[in-house]
């Protein structure tokens, strides 16, 4: 079984502080590990994913495997910023897509 | 290119009743997942069609189908709705819905069941 924690709701954190949000997972096999991002009034919509390796509107995730986690990072919060951050795991048989997906984490950025 | 459209953006139904909702997907992408996003589950994974076969399936008891066109438009349904069925349905499409890649989605369909 596959299974995606985002152990906080809502996370507030004030304008220009470092953000972390937490995603830990449960998977037999090797991963495939995105993060996931919708803001208001807009679709969900992809921030990044562990094998590209790369910084998206300055965040960062490192997939962890001793630890389990792929939490998602950021030195300074803007505003803009604002949004629920979901945290997936793409499992499934034959190397097809089954997608879990956290519970989500509300990132509030306080001006 | 159009993104992945999905019709109709809001239903309301009575217990009891059936429902199909529908989803096209990004042109050129061969794979759509639909999931179920509630309030107290988040997002839960109900299948993923590729070439009209299904691949996938969540943990959702048989009322719960779908099915996969020749253009890969899909559909879902649900039959013998249920109170607790109230949900916005997602559709994300991919291209080869292999492990990785990117999922683009839909606006959703909200259904509230009364």
């Not at chain 1, 795991?89 to 509300?106: E, N």
Request: hydrophobic content about 30%; aromatic content about 12%; glycine content about 10%.
């Amino acid at each position: 079984a596959q299974r995606v924690t985002q152990p906080e709701k809502l996370l507030s954190v004030f304008k220009g502080a470092p953000v972390e949000l937490k995603c830990n997972y449960s998977y037999s096999g090797s991963p495939e590990l995105f993060w996931y991002v919708q803001y208001s009034r807009q679709r969900l919509q992809l921030l990044l994913r562990h094998i590209s390796r790369e910084s998206i509107k300055g965040f960062t995730a490192d997939l962890n495997k001793g630890e389990t986690s792929f939490h998602l990072k950021k030195p300074f919060a803007q505003e803009e910023d604002s949004a629920m951050y979901y945290c997936a795991l793409s499992g499934g048989s034959g190397g097809y897509q089954k997608v879990t997906f956290g519970t989500g984490t509300k990132l509030q950025v306080i001006p | 290119k159009a993104g992945v459209t999905q019709t109709p953006r809001y239903l309301i139904k009575t217990r009891g009743q059936q429902v199909t909702l529908s989803c096209s997907p990004i042109s050129g992408h061969r794979s759509v997942s639909w999931y179920q996003q509630t309030p107290g589950q988040g997002l839960q994974f109900l299948f993923e069609y590729f070439s009209e076969t299904q691949r996938n399936k969540g943990n959702f008891p048989g009322r719960f189908s779908g099915r996969q066109f020749s253009n890969s438009r899909s559909e879902m349904n649900v039959s013998t709705l249920e109170l607790g069925d109230s949900a916005l349905y997602l559709c994300a499409s991919s291209q080869t819905g292999y492990r990785g890649n990117i999922q683009y989605f839909g606006a959703g369909t909200r259904l509230s069941v009364l």
